[in-house]
């Protein structure tokens, strides 16, 4: 056993046998407080025994017969992993027809003749001694019809009758489990496993059902082509009768599985721990349940209670043991054993009898520091027995806190939902029991939000031009803030036109892609804030051919005909610098107010020189024109002369008066003071007035100086209030202003909504209903409410992630929202708060709802490898978002000719645990579209596309070479076959060797001819009739000079000068014999592809020099380039093995070259 430790070690890699320490084995930790033991751990070696050896004789077996090959592995622990194998070690492959049973035996429904072989292997893996053992071979040969007909025809004379029966069709027979009922039993939350195999021709398919209920849903595959039934985590519920039904054409044939779930021992309360003080009382409760119903029994410090010492203060009661008035002696580990056929659970319980005083384990003076208006949480960890009771003070001196702004939680943490400034300073947490009291102190301080007080702005910027982005911050004073700019929400690019400053970016001679979203953010240890603006860049605009300018100011400034309220002003215009002046805008300063600051008075046409203005009371007037074009301002005129206007009482009241509360009892008055020409008059002053409304209450007014507010204490909460604000100098008073409603301070909501309910509409939207809050509960004006929600997990993947809540904001009184961007088969959580001025009300109790399943998204790639003559391998990923239960994929696929025309379509369904297909039986040199998506039990989700090819045949036709000088990057191929597939391959030495690669093309179809039958025509015709004519008389001749004697010498001839070019040769030993075209007509065998020993030729490149030119003779230049030129090869190839030498289909011929 480890030092210091309760592991026990068991190592045999120095000697010794694992037998010898089989057993099982159970662990014990004891000290003075009593005895803790574990469950029983059983140790058994493994074993991987040899296969027993026997005799295996021939299969023979008809065409169409069932056959049921026996794998009968050796039984090893743990049991072995059973697969078929060829000599080859390739994988038999299997189908509807063809398949492996749950205990290893390979079932044919019926046989066919690509079924003879002499190599099916059974191999039983061993995982955990890593060894594989291997069957003796089994050989099946399998007589077809034909072939037995052939047989009896050479045994029997022409006079008797022979011929075998044809292959017969057969309604399905079970060949697994037999009979018509069988019995399975299988433990809750374990894989149940249902199989049927049927014989039968044709192939028969296996459907299951339950009888008098449904499959479950969610819980439910099906294995081995529909002929193994998966359910998973089983449950007693999911006891009964299962019939599987396997049906082809003739018939169906059907067997009925009657299925018990028992269930080992599960806890449904299992003990927990106790501490209890000297005196007080108790319970151990252990209850659990198991299918036959369990037992319970308890033992003490690892013995069986009825022999263990005895405690007055312990009562047992079945699954509960009653603690009462327990002593310190009372401490002990209790054990609860519930137990039945299947198993048994085991669970320690520690009884602690303790009298502790109360430990605080907070570290003392432990600073906080919070953003003010933010939560702050106070700890205040405790430990004692009895528990502690725990009080919390503010300051040396303080009072208990008490109230609705703390939140006092259980482990004795203190919260304060908006800490403001006034929250700052020590808090003490006193803990304190009978055995007596200790208390711990901490720190709280409140800090200044940060905030950007000036943001960067929208900047439109020429190309090559600068730019420059503000953002000047405002931040507590003990807090370091950091600076970062993002662009587009990712780091600036790493370029020296980027100049990051204090507070503001830079970036020169700026270009297109700088044009994007700039983003400043400010972070400190408490807080984060950020702000943004957009960087557009535009093109230089042309340089006009005319100079345009901003005209020149205007001079000459005169005033005329003052009067107390008005006077005429005139100015001669500046030179307008070939835009005409469009306007003019005339200024004022009010030296006596505000010298040195220019307001707008008004504007005139700019065919206008003179205007009549008008004036206010006591005001200094000095004026000032500006003229304005097409191109923009010009500077301002120089000043006129000064006019000052006579006093007089205001003739205005101030505007935007209001009354808000900033506290739940004051009324804030504010308004906008009167500029200083509004005055009319020195001494301006405001009397303010205000009454409760819909009181009978006489106005209370008071008389202010020139400010901006005033602030009425005392008042109640949330009340409405009539205001008034009027004018007046020591001229006299304005007149009577107008009265304006106003409300006192608010108070956060009371009360929270109530009857929270959620109705899901469907995969991705929610509606929720709520009750409206009483109004006087509202204490403020009702904005709305607030709706927080979040997901709690994927139901799909069972996995929790971070919580992200969610807010919407429904303003006005509404009752109901609706929650859309919902993700599919989903559980949420929300709750409702009422929103008013001062901020949130509490929050309803949290509402669970769940979202149904929706259609999965795509398969998140699908990729097709290893293609061959006739087959293509298709890999997948399961869709990114699921949204369910994957049901199941559909693949679709079809030919494209070469006219891009698509073929008939094929569509197979996958089940959904599958992650790769491979398509067998195509064509080769074909280009095939694929259509594949994922399917949940509400429908099919969108689809991915591509698109492969099948290799070509490169045996057909041998490889044409062509010489490209090393300099040129492309080459014209003539003389291509319309409508054909071309494989090229590219080579090239250089001084890091030689390199190639290759790719597939088709040349397109070909084009209609428009030439003109000869044969069709008039003089061909006359011309042809001639010539017969000319042939006939020779003949003629010749068959004359015969008659008479005449030797003919040309036989002769060709007998001394033989021509071997013009005789036929004879295919086998290269000797001239006679032509024959027999081989044409002969059909193309459909194993013409595939050597019939079974060996596979190499189709991939070796991308050696050979391949290219002959051997040796290729040369290359210093510069790589090819010296010479290479020559095609005299003498034809010897075949590889036994391949078949028959001529290519020239419909299907493929082309090849280098």
């Not at 009661?317 to 002593?327: A, E, K, L, R, Y």
């Amino acid at each position: 056993m480890k030092p210091n430790s309760g592991t026990l070690v068991i190592n045999i890699m120095n000697g010794g046998k694992a037998e010898a320490y089989e057993g099982v084995y159970q662990c014990t930790a004891r000290n003075e407080r009593g005895a803790a033991i574990s469950n029983n751990i059983v140790i058994r070696p493994s074993r991987s025994p040899l296969w027993t050896k026997e005799k295996l004789e021939p299969n023979h077996v008809r065409e169409g017969d069932s056959l049921v090959l026996h794998c009968r592995p050796p039984v090893g622990l743990p049991p072995p992993i059973i697969f078929w194998m060829d000599n080859a070690f390739q994988r038999l492959p299997q189908s509807e027809r063809v398949s492996q049973g749950l205990n290893g035996d390979l079932y044919f429904s019926n046989v066919q003749p690509e079924d003879s072989r002499e190599d099916y292997i059974c191999y039983a893996r061993f995982n955990h001694t890593q060894t594989i053992q291997q069957k003796q071979p089994i050989s099946v040969k399998v007589f077809s019809m034909d072939s037995l007909n052939d047989t009896i025809a050479a045994n029997l004379s022409d006079t008797d009758i022979y011929g075998a029966k044809p292959v017969t069709e057969r309604q399905p027979v079970l060949l697994t489990p037999t009979g018509s009922t069988s019995t399975k039993v299988e433990l809750r939350g374990n894989v149940l496993l249902l199989e049927c195999i049927a014989a039968g021709l044709p192939t028969p398919v296996i459907r299951w059902i339950k009888e008098g209920g449904e499959l479950p849903a969610n819980r439910t595959f099906f294995e081995n082509f529909k002929k193994t039934l998966k359910i998973i985590d089983v449950s007693e519920a999911d006891s009964g009768n299962y019939k599987c039904i396997a049906r082809n054409t003739l018939g169906s044939a059907h067997h009925v599985i009657s299925v018990t779930v028992k269930a080992a021992p599960y806890w449904i309360t299992a003990p927990r721990n106790l501490v209890l003080s000297p005196g007080e009382d108790g319970t151990l409760i252990c209850r659990a349940n198991g299918n036959p119903k369990p037992s319970i029994s308890w033992l003490a410090n690892g013995v069986p209670i009825a022999i263990a010492p005895e405690d007055p203060s312990r009562k047992v009661d079945g699954d509960t043991i009653i603690f009462s008035h327990v002593q310190e002696r009372s401490s002990a580990v209790y054990q609860c054993n519930a137990s039945n056929e299947y198993g048994y659970l085991l669970s320690n319980a520690f009884v602690n009898v303790l009298a502790e005083p109360p430990r605080i384990l907070t570290p003392a003076n432990k600073l906080y520091q919070v953003i003010a208006d933010s939560p702050a949480l106070l700890d205040c960890a405790y430990f004692g027995s009895p528990k502690p009771e725990i009080e919390w003070f503010k300051g040396v001196k303080g009072s208990i806190l008490r109230g609705n702004e703390y939140v006092f939680h259980d482990n004795g943490t203190l919260e304060i939902p908006v800490a403001q400034k006034n929250s700052a300073g020590t808090y003490t947490c006193v803990a304190r029991n009978e055995l007596g009291k200790i208390q711990n102190e901490v720190q709280l301080e409140i800090k200044d939000p940060t905030m950007i007080i000036k943001q960067p702005e929208y900047k439109v910027i020429q190309r090559y031009g600068q730019v420059s982005f503000e953002c000047i911050i405002k931040h507590d004073s003990t807090l370091l803030p950091t600076v970062t700019w993002l662009k587009d929400n990712d780091e600036l690019p790493d370029d020296d036109r980027f100049l990051v400053g204090k507070d503001n970016l830079t970036i020169m001679n700026v270009t297109d892609k700088d044009d994007g979203t700039y983003t400043c953010i400010v972070n400190t240890t408490l807080d984060s804030v950020s702000a943004s603006a957009v960087l557009t860049v535009v093109a230089a605009p042309p340089t006009p051919a005319i100079i345009y300018a901003r005209p020149n100011p205007p001079f000459d400034l005169e005033l005329t005909g003052q009067l107390e309220r008005s006077i005429d002003l005139s100015w001669i215009p500046g030179d307008e610098n070939n835009s005409p002046i469009t306007n003019f805008v005339i200024e004022y300063e009010d030296a006596l107010h505000e010298p040195g600051v220019w307001h707008y008075q008004t504007e005139v046409p700019g065919t206008q020189t003179t205007v009549q203005l008008k004036l206010s009371p006591y005001v200094n007037y000095s004026f000032r024109v500006i003229a304005v074009n097409k191109i923009g301002r010009s500077q301002p005129s120089e000043p006129s002369e000064q006019y000052l206007t006579k006093s007089a009482s205001p003739d205005e009241n101030p505007a935007n008066v209001q009354g808000i509360g900033s506290e739940p009892d004051n009324l804030v008055i504010t308004w906008e003071p009167l500029k200083g020409f509004q005055s009319n008059g020195p001494g301006l002053q405001y009397k303010v007035s205000w009454r409760q409304k819909d009181v009978d209450d006489e106005w209370t007014s008071v008389i202010v100086a020139n400010v901006s507010k005033y602030i009425v204490s005392g008042t109640p909460t949330f009340v409405p209030y009539e205001i008034k604000v009027q004018a007046l100098n020591d001229l006299g008073y304005a007149p009577e202003p107008s009265e304006v409603i106003g409300h006192s301070g608010e108070d956060l909501p009371m009360v929270a909504p109530g009857n929270v309910q959620v109705h899901v509409i469907n995969s991705t939207l929610a509606k929720v209903h709520w009750d409206p809050v009483p109004l006087k509960t509202v204490r403020g004006h009702l904005q709305g409410y607030k709706v927080y929600y979040w997901k709690v997990q994927s139901l799909s993947r069972r996995s929790r992630r971070h919580v992200e809540k969610k807010i919407l904001t429904f303003r006005g009184n509404k009752t109901f929202g609706m929650l859309p961007g919902l993700e599919p088969y989903s559980s949420y959580k929300l709750n409702v708060r009422v929103v008013n001025g001062k901020g949130e009300g509490p929050a309803s109790p949290d509402k669970v709802f769940k979202t149904p399943e929706g259609v999965p998204s795509s398969p998140s790639f699908l990729k097709i490898t290893n293609p061959t003559l006739d087959s293509l391998t298709l890999e997948w990923g399961s869709p990114t978002h699921p949204n369910g239960v994957l049901t199941s994929y559909t693949l679709k696929f079809q030919p494209i000719n070469n006219t891009h025309e698509l073929g008939p379509l094929v569509e197979i369904r996958i089940p959904a645990n599958e992650s790769s297909l491979i398509l067998k039986n195509l064509n080769y040199s074909t280009r095939y579209k694929f259509y594949f998506n994922a399917q949940t039990s509400v429908g099919s989700g969108s689809q991915i596309t591509e698109e492969a090819v099948t290799i070509m045949d490169e045996g057909k036709e041998d490889w044409k070479k062509e010489i490209v000088n090393g300099s040129r990057s492309f080459f014209v191929l003539k003389g291509l076959t319309p409508g054909t597939a071309y494989k090229v391959r590219v080579g090239a030495e250089g001084l890091s060797g030689f390199r190639s690669s290759e790719d597939v093309f088709e040349t397109g179809p070909a084009m209609a001819s428009r030439q003109v039958d000869i044969a069709t025509q008039g003089w061909f015709i006359g011309l042809m009739c001639a010539v017969a004519l000319l042939i006939l008389i020779l003949l003629i001749v010749c068959f004359i000079r015969r008659n008479k004697g005449g030797k003919y010498p040309v036989k002769e001839k060709e007998d001394a000068h033989a021509d071997p070019e013009i005789q036929p040769m004879k295919e086998d030993d290269g000797t001239f014999g006679e032509y024959s075209d027999a081989e044409d007509h002969k059909p193309l065998k459909k194993g013409s592809r595939t050597p019939s020993d079974r060996t596979v030729k190499k189709e991939d490149s070796d991308d050696s020099l050979v391949d290219y030119g002959e051997g040796v003779n290729g040369q290359f230049n210093e510069d790589g380039s090819f010296i010479g030129q290479y020559s095609g090869k005299k003498e034809k190839e010897p075949a590889e093995g036994n391949e078949s030498s028959e001529a290519p289909s020239p419909v299907n011929a493929m082309n090849s070259f280098v």
